[in-house]
């Protein structure tokens, strides 16, 4: 099978397939905007928690592989919405506005591009893509179709997310020099366990669920939500957390790109049978020299009391830690005299510069901030209707994701690769360029 190429997203649909819906559409009745929902386990679940409190929304359809998350979540909506294993019964219902897509990675793509080429707004959950160029022709689906589109990175809608971020691009800490992640989750020794391969369950379609991904023997630990330790499906804790702390060190860079990348890690302690690493590191240099990392520790905990996720950014005159629920500034003590000289018999000159230190920077604590999804599906219903772009409009979702991707990318090559942001392209390595892409399984394909 020949990858699918850039001129594809740029060809007609099948026939009978809507053209996008200009800013004067016509909504359902008494204006509310009439959902599909792609995708019910796990985050979908959540997802479709976050749209059910809306007023204006109305879920009228429902899509998923496994008829026990169709009929909790039909019963969930209410309101009899129809229910199907076909994503493209959704897509072809002239009465949806919108769909929301909440299936694995190594979904989101084609049905992403179909559902744009189909006319319909496309709330997608992060990761955006699988794969680097996917990413890219998402975008270009978005924009040729007029979508409105939002990618489910919901700290875009955060309120206390936006204040610090907005901070630290400001100047706040000074010239932010060092920013860091972190995922820290012990799952020593036995991690997700060791199914053998097995028949696949009669209430399952194995074959529909792998999709694009090559084809593999059923084994449970590569459905539902431990898809994301397979390569095929995903690209681990980078591309899940990660993702969403990139989303916060870009926005607080005032960045969407990096110029290199490097990695190291591997499968060091967990048995299970996984395929990404229990433990990694990845470093981005950025411009305006900054250096960004991502930490993933799966077989070592954090002790009691130290921050084992979100964010950390570094700067010249302190810190900022974003954590679940708000932000701290942490003062570093400066003095404007030069750091002395001294040999190792005498402190004496040492001491005095630090005790002549003041805060460069008044200390500050928020809490009490959220994080929550309805937020973010609000700001994606608000703008369906005023057309304008989302918070986290799927450009934002593409370099967030493409960062995260390029770790991967490194990490497998066990190079240092640099990135052109333009071209979205290495520029030092076709090796690397080569896995931007991978092959889709026939008969899945993008439209030709």
Not at 112 to 127: F, I, L, N, R
Not at 158 to 181: H, L, N, P, W, Y
Not at 183 to 189: A, F, L, R, S, Y
Not at 423 to 439: M, Q, V
Request: proline share 6%; hydrophobic share 35%; with cysteine.
């Amino acid at each position: 099978m020949t990858h699918p190429t850039r001129r594809d997203f740029h060809k007609a649909g099948a026939a009978g397939v809507l053209t996008a819906l200009s800013a004067g559409r016509v909504l359902g009745a008494n204006s509310r905007i009439r959902l599909g929902f792609i995708g019910l386990g796990n985050r979908g679940d959540q997802v479709l928690d976050a749209f059910l409190p809306h007023n204006d929304a109305e879920i009228i359809a429902l899509c998923d592989l496994y008829q026990p998350y169709l009929d909790f979540a039909a019963k969930k909506a209410g309101g009899s919405p129809k229910t199907t294993k076909n994503y493209h019964d959704i897509l072809s219902n002239k009465d949806v506005d919108a769909v929301v897509i909440c299936t694995p990675d190594h979904w989101h793509a084609l049905q992403t591009v179909h559902a744009c080429q189909a006319g319909k707004d496309v709330y997608v959950e992060k990761p955006l893509s699988l794969c680097g160029e996917e990413g890219r022709r998402m975008v270009e689906a978005a924009r040729q179709h007029k979508t409105v589109t939002q990618v489910g990175l919901m700290r875009r809608s955060s309120a206390f997310c936006r204040e610090a971020c907005e901070f630290v691009r400001k100047g706040g800490i000074g010239q932010v020099t060092v920013a860091r992640a972190f995922h820290i989750q012990n799952e020593w020794p036995k991690g997700i366990g060791n199914p053998p391969n097995a028949e696949e369950p009669k209430d399952f379609s194995w074959d529909q669920w792998l999709g694009p991904a090559p084809k593999v023997p059923y084994n449970k630990n590569r459905t539902f939500y431990r898809f994301r330790w397979f390569y095929d499906y995903s690209g681990g804790q980078l591309t899940n957390f990660g993702v969403h702390y990139l989303d916060l060190i870009h926005w607080a860079l005032g960045q969407d790109a990096p110029l290199a990348v490097t990695a190291l890690g591997g499968k060091y302690a967990v048995q299970d049978n996984r395929e990404v690493p229990d433990t990694l590191e990845v470093l981005w240099q950025y411009p305006g020299n900054t250096l960004v990392s991502f930490s993933q520790f799966n077989c070592t905990a954090a002790p009691a009391g130290i921050n084992s996720g979100e964010v950390e950014l570094r700067g010249t005159k302190g810190t900022v830690y974003i954590q679940s629920k708000g932000w701290m500034v942490v003062p570093d003590a400066l003095t404007e005299h030069e750091f002395p000289v001294h040999t190792p018999i005498d402190r004496a000159a040492e001491r005095g510069w630090r005790e002549g230190a003041k805060p460069a920077i008044e200390p500050r604590t928020v809490t009490g901030g959220k994080q929550d999804t309805a937020d973010h599906a609000r700001n994606f219903l608000d703008c369906v209707v005023s057309r304008q772009p989302c918070n986290a409009d799927i450009e934002i979702g593409h370099r967030d994701t493409s960062a995260a991707l390029i770790g991967e990318v490194a990490l497998k090559n066990k190079v240092y690769l640099e990135w052109d942001a333009k071209a979205e392209k290495f520029s030092n390595s076709e090796a690397a360029n080569a896995r931007l892409r991978y092959e889709y399984r026939p008969p899945y394909q993008f439209p030709a």
